[in-house]
């Protein structure tokens, strides 16, 4: 039988009109339009899309949605000076710095400069020992994503076996963490997969929720899913016959109980939570 598909851009949309109400509230009672800046250096292709995306989603919910760019020959100093006059201006609640940056600029330079209040990616030492010790200021916006979308869907998550693929700083690592937090959308028993990992099929076959997200084309073939299980691809790969994600969809979909499509599956919910952060932001600013 064929799995159920968890449509991302049917969820988005409903909790973006959630939060268009919240953020028209927020408006109302503070006097203040919440405004998320993204920083832009060079015209990386797939950054340029993304930064789009941002803006005209900011645009749909009454957030003030700005870009600040840079050339890509721009120096870390130019940059962290950007930073340091969007952290000042009372105006810009949330900073985005759009990665990946120049090969010449050490993105954790750059990322621990925006001050932790502003920090909507949630990729700031702080906020990542705060999510570690389970007091979170902010939250992720993809791991948050594939959480509301287990979440909103009724996938039973305590107690269930969860294996991630990849281990990056943005999604493998801090999702790995959230899951195994206490609490409801969590208590989860983590395991995460990467290229040292041995035995990958037998692993991935434990897990009654895959969750792939290491940017490698159709990886996960239908021999490495339990039958039943819920499939979360965060892959957003190009090959000659377009976009596609982490997983072999068609053959998964076979095996697997849910599964995410891409596009439409993860992608919108992680745009969807960065509004959340910047409206959370603007309200860690009235004080
Ligand atoms: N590039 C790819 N994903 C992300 C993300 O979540 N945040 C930022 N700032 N850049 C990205």
Do not use: W
């Amino acid at each position: 039988m064929s799995a159920t598909i968890l449509d991302g851009k049917a969820l988005a949309q409903r909790i973006q009109a959630e939060l268009a109400v919240e953020v028209a509230d927020f408006i109302e009672n503070n006097g203040v339009v919440p405004c998320l800046t993204a920083v832009l250096v060079g015209h990386n292709p797939a950054s340029e899309v993304y930064v789009r995306n941002k803006r005209n989603a900011c645009g749909r919910l009454g957030i003030d949605g700005r870009l600040e760019r840079l050339p890509a020959e721009a120096t870390a100093d130019e940059l962290l000076a950007l930073v340091t006059r969007l952290n000042k201006d009372e105006d810009v609640h949330g900073i985005l710095v759009q990665l990946p940056l120049p090969s010449t600029i050490d993105p954790a330079r750059i990322l621990q400069a925006v001050s932790p209040l502003k920090d909507v990616d949630c990729f700031h030492p702080e906020n990542v020992g705060r999510l570690v010790q389970g007091r979170p200021r902010f939250l992720p916006c993809t791991p948050h994503g594939v959480q509301q979308l287990l979440l909103r869907n009724g996938v039973q998550i305590a107690g269930s076996r969860v294996v991630i693929l990849g281990r990056s700083d943005i999604v493998g690592k801090p999702l790995a963490n959230m899951l195994l937090q206490r609490g409801a959308g969590a208590d989860a028993t983590v395991t995460v997969c990467h290229t040292r990992t041995k035995d990958l099929a037998e692993v991935t076959r434990e897990a009654d929720i895959l969750i792939a997200a290491i940017g490698q084309p159709r990886f996960v073939t239908a021999n490495m899913v339990k039958p039943g299980a819920v499939v979360i691809d965060v892959g957003m790969n190009r090959d000659d016959s377009g976009l596609c994600g982490d997983v072999d969809y068609d053959a998964v979909r076979e095996v697997a109980g849910m599964i995410t499509p891409v596009p439409g599956g993860v992608g919108p919910l992680t745009i969807t939570m960065l509004l959340e952060n910047t409206l959370t932001a603007a309200r860690l600013q009235q004080t």
